[in-house]
């Protein structure tokens, strides 16, 4: 049944992975900071946002080509100096505010829940280990590098390959909720006909916004019932 505004019914949710639910978009900027200052340049949150959420090779291109650094570094090489450094970082990944609560929620209410990350399967790794347990509550996972999966966000292959995973086959694009944190993520999920609700950071120009169904500061101010999905309980104080 959809809600007193409209929005729903939702019966099936996907959520993003890097800078929605962990927080390891800060070690990708810290790194990129580091070897763009080798070339006297900063690395700011234009850029940012044209990359995140990209699959890694996708992401390397915009980085060397929208930096005029291309002839002195690919985006290969980008790429083999960028994991030496992240490879230390992404086992310290930490939940974002509001991330196990609302994944719990769902689960608990039988919802079906997945993630779609454009993350590949080593980095998934590295990111989860901390967080084994609340991952497994997803229904299934689909990652940067699954085959289905031929093209990086904003194309919505990864929304779609999500769609069709779940118990009794392929799902409408129209019972689905998305959460993302990129304006990359943000299109696919419009491009594959889903609704969209987008958790960005702060940084980013608010411009980016217009695409998103809804716009939250944090998972903590998210209302299921704006979208006909089961109330979180009530605590007594
Ligand atoms: O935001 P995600 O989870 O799709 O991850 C994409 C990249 O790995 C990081 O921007
Ligand atoms: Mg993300």
Known sequence: MANSSGKGPITHVIFDM?????????????????????YNKPFD????????????IEAARVFVEETGISDSLTA?????????????LFPNSELMPGASRLIKHLHAKG???CLATGSHRRHFELKTQRHGELF????HVVLGDDPEVKQGKPSPDIFLAASKRFEGGP???????????APSGVNAAKNAGMSVVMVPDPRLDSSYHATADQVLSSLLDFNPDD?????FEVTAS
């Open 18 to 38: 890097d800078g929605l639910l962990l927080d390891t978009e800060k070690y990708y900027t810290e790194v990129q900071e580091i070897i763009l200052a080798r």
């Open 45 to 56: 949150w234009s850029l940012k946002a044209k990359m995140m959420g990209m699959k890694a």
């Open 76 to 88: 290969e090489d980008f790429l083999v100096e960028r994991e030496a450094m992240l490879q230390n």
């Open 111 to 113: 919802i079906p829940i």
């Open 136 to 139: 497994l509550l997803m229904h």
């Open 171 to 181: 799902v409408d694009s129209h019972k689905f909720l998305v959460f993302e944190d």
């Open 227 to 231: 979208w006909g999905l089961p109330p």
